[in-house]
């Protein structure tokens, strides 16, 4: 017996592993989330869509595809797809658009074993792109919004039933080979998405790294010009007026799960503002005292009152995550920060640094009137963040805007307004930059003072110099920043060596020059894919060994189901 929904998560570029026409190059993945440059981890949503059909008495699994292709190199996806009995649906997540070859690509393998299986895609970039879409033959339905718990099991339910699928609201489908666009009419006025992470971390799961990421809402009060999470973008693209949250209640149910889970000292990262709402943070205070919580990363807008910013250090080992983006003023509020200057921020700091576990600061490149020096100058305020913490567990980041602009933002919508030129405009744009050789030709930006070329040297000349800062003030052990400037050094004279390459006239010499630089290609793709690094974790130390999102268990499952 198959199952009436198998959820895929795919790697970035489907067949990574042979690529020695694409530099998978250190930075290339924005590096300020722990995920190599082909993004294996998942929107946390999969997990919860899982649990919610297996409870409503349909068969559901999720499979890692793109973890399990990294983690091991024997791994053979369209064998798995032919021992596997076949799904009856299955439901691939295109949320981030870093996703848009390995998810189609995914997509159009599985309809060739199994032909009968409906393909459905989901996510931020799925309802940006819908009507382009549900145009490739291997896609034959998209759901748009957020918290589709509701409709995405009216829709498993409607099987091919033409009208009951035309009454599945926010579904975008084929009669009979044309699209079909129902209403987004549901926008619901809460966020139910929840995870039992009693059911993430059973069964066989030692050694698996006790981290766990919470959704507590959808959508979001503010609207950072550059960001496909905004306001605006919900406004606009999802129907909703305002951020809607889950209640205390089931927030509170989600912590606890994660408390009852049989690891220990779990880190908990709750994404977005959600403990602006005083209900929600009474409900998380109860479960953060908890042992089994180890820490937990709090993300701010606005700098808190010091009390509420000493009563989050009292629960747990808070980490306080505060992202000016610049420390420029008139580019942060561009960019739709600047809601407090730098001596703001760091008065907050002084007040707080004996009760709070540890700051991150992060800042972007790639934003509206950020010229190169502006950057520069970003890391000379770094060094006096360094300078002036040092041994206090104050770090400063900085990070390139990549892979691409988000769809939808309000940058992307208008970007004239904001001095921007944009490359990629559809989803086979975006798909087909996926491919680039060289990264800068991925970027689907560039800005009145900074060309594609530009963003690339200056996010690696500003992280190597951060990095050499960091060593200078103890902040990273000397080998540790050693390895990641000598890992700078080699990518730019890669892509440096690939420039050429593709400069040189057709010809003997360039077919010889071509086999060289593909094979130290393979080679540096093969040393950057086997382990996983980050500013934050620049030494992997096992951490990517086992994640919550690495479906070990749930592959063996199926195969089961395959004898």
Known sequence: MGFDLLLLHA????????????????????????????????????????????????????FNVASQMRRDPSFDVEEFFRRAPPARCVGIDLHWLAHAHGALELARIYKEIHPSAKVVLGGIASTYYHEQLIQYPQVDLVMRGYDTLAPLEAMLRAGDDEDALSRVPNLTWKRRGEARVNEMTYVPATYSAAVDWRDVFAGRRDGIVPYNLVIPQAGCEYSCTWCGGSRYFFRKYMGLKRRVQKTPELLKLELESIAASRTRAHTVTMIDFWHETPSLLRAA????????????????????????????????????????????????KASGRGAYTMQQMEDFIDALVDDIYSFEIYFLIGLPRQTVASVWGTVDYCEHLLRKYQGRRVTPYICPML????????????????????????IEEHRRALLSFNWKHRLNFETEHMSRDDLVDV?????????????????????????????????????????????????????????????????????????????????????????????????????RRGR
């Open 459 to 559: 996010s690696y000349g500003a992280v190597r110099a951060l990095t050499l800062l960091k060593k200078e003030y103890k902040a990273l052990p000397g080998g540790v920043a050693r390895w990641i400037v000598e890992r700078i050094d080699h990518t730019r004279e890669l892509l440096g060596a690939i420039d050429a390459f593709q400069a040189m006239a057709e010809g003997a010499p360039k077919e010889a020059m071509g086999r060289e630089v593909r094979r130290r290609v393979l080679q540096y793709n093969r040393e950057q894919l086997r382990s996983v690094s980050s500013q934050q974790r620049p030494a992997d130390f096992g951490f990517a060994d086992r994640q919550w999102f690495d479906t070990d268990e749930a592959f063996e499952r199926v195969m």
């Open 11 to 62: 790697p970035s570029v489907y067949d990574f592993r042979e690529r020695d026409d694409i530099l998978f190059a250190y930075l290339s993945n924005s590096d300020s989330v722990h995920v190599s440059p082909i993004f294996e981890m998942p929107p946390v949503g999969v997990l919860a869509i899982k649990q919610h059909m297996n409870r409503c008495g349909l068969t559901s699994e999720f």
């Open 285 to 332: 205070e109860d479960v953060f005292v908890d042992a089994n919580i180890d820490r937990v990363h709090f993300s701010l807008h606005r700098l808190p009152a010091v009390e509420k910013g000493r009563r989050m250090g009292a629960l747990t080992k808070a980490v306080i995550e505060l992202s000016p983006d610049s420390h420029d003023m008139d580019v942060a």
């Open 403 to 426: 892979p691409f602009l988000d769809p939808g933002s309000e940058i992307y919508d208008d970007p004239e307004r904001f001095g921007y030129r944009i490359f990629h405009r559809t």
